[in-house]
């Protein structure tokens, strides 16, 4: 009960936040007629596979209209976070088309999260830990950051500004994101999980997680930890739905564009991420021409966009 009430006040918190200037509701529906190119490297992926995009897409989809279980755990923890249950299908319809293949039963992601629970391995880059990187002057002023979206963040930025493509203090840095760079022990481009969560990002979004939904804190020193937590299917939700949150509030309250009423636009925040930059970016951007213009979709948000009666209708 006492955790029902705490999902109930901050949904209640995040849905009344508001910025101090009136909000632009983005319509429903694509803003390009056709979809976007996709990346090279997810055509190769499927075609490297010997599938296609319709049937990755057939086979999600066929996964969430048959597994009732999942469905009624999409349906309550997207009510946790006070997020229409679509914006959570969005997501993990287009992770499953575009990047990785469905499991033809959600008990496959125990199994796999199981045989990580005995590895050892570590956030690092040329044999310095995240956690010893992070107390290099560079990011003090970040230590005054309490939330963990914040706190984390503010790494991010600092990374982007000082550390990226760059050399300090005798060692060179790839041009590359923090995440890229730091959280993927075992090979590049590696998410995991039900909803495909980046490690990083489940450290960002780790509070909110923990108060909403009452999952241990996460920790940068505890990397298998962090795996675990993300590739269980419970879990794995939980920061679906909070990665969602993060991005509507992150629009409203800094773009002042409510994009909740458009699931191909969460979708594509999703599969980009850094929806605070590209708030800020698009905020920016209408300032400086005296006009309101709308985020767009990418191809991963159009098909999402281009499918949602389809997709509606599994609720």
């Known amino acids: 009960m006492r955790r029902l009430l705490t999902s109930l006040l901050i949904a209640a918190a995040v849905l009344t936040a508001a910025p101090a200037f009136a909000v632009e509701v983005v319509p429903p529906g694509n803003r390009h007629v056709e979809q976007p190119d996709i990346p090279g490297a997810s055509v190769r992926r499927t075609k490297g596979t010997k599938t296609s995009f319709d049937r990755k897409y057939d086979k999600v989809h066929e996964l969430l209209a048959t597994d009732h279980e999942l469905m009624g755990k999409i349906k309550k923890v997207s009510a946790a976070y006070g997020i229409d249950p679509i914006h959570v299908v969005g997501a993990i319809v287009g992770e499953h088309t575009y990047n990785v293949d469905a499991y033809d039963r959600l008990q496959s992601y125990y199994v ?3 045989s ?35 706190l984390w963040s503010c790494r991010e930025d600092v990374w982007e500004s000082d550390f990226r493509g760059k050399t300090v203090d005798g060692k060179s840095f790839p041009d590359n994101r923090f995440s890229a760079v730091f959280f993927q022990p075992f090979y590049a481009g590696q998410t995991f999980g039900l909803g495909q969560i980046n490690p990083l990002t489940a450290l960002m979004l780790s509070d909110l997680v923990t108060k909403v939904s009452g999952y241990d804190k ?9 795996y675990r937590a993300i590739m269980q299917p419970d879990i794995s939700l939980a920061f679906v739905a909070a990665s969602i949150r993060k991005s ?19 979708a594509t925040l999703y599969n980009v991420g850094n929806s605070r930059q590209r708030a800020s970016a698009l905020a920016a951007k209408n300032r400086a ?24 209708r599994l609720l």
Do not use: H
């Not at 309101?292 to 509606?312: C, I, Q, R, S, T």
């Open 112 to 114: 796999k999260a199981a």
């Open 116 to 150: 990580y629970a005995g590895e050892s391995f570590r956030f690092a880059y040329g044999g310095e830990d995240v956690d010893d990187f992070i107390k290099r002057p560079q990011f003090a002023e970040c230590s005054g950051k309490g939330d963990s979206y914040a």
């Open 218 to 226: 996460l920790n940068e020193k505890d990397a298998g930890g962090v």
């Open 248 to 266: 509507i509030d992150d629009y409203r309250q800094i773009a002042g564009m409510d994009i909740s009423k458009n699931p191909g636009l969460t």
């Open 289 to 312: 021409s005296g006009q309101a213009v709308l985020p767009e979709e990418n191809y991963y948000g159009w098909l999402v966009n281009d499918k949602l009666d389809e997709l509606e």
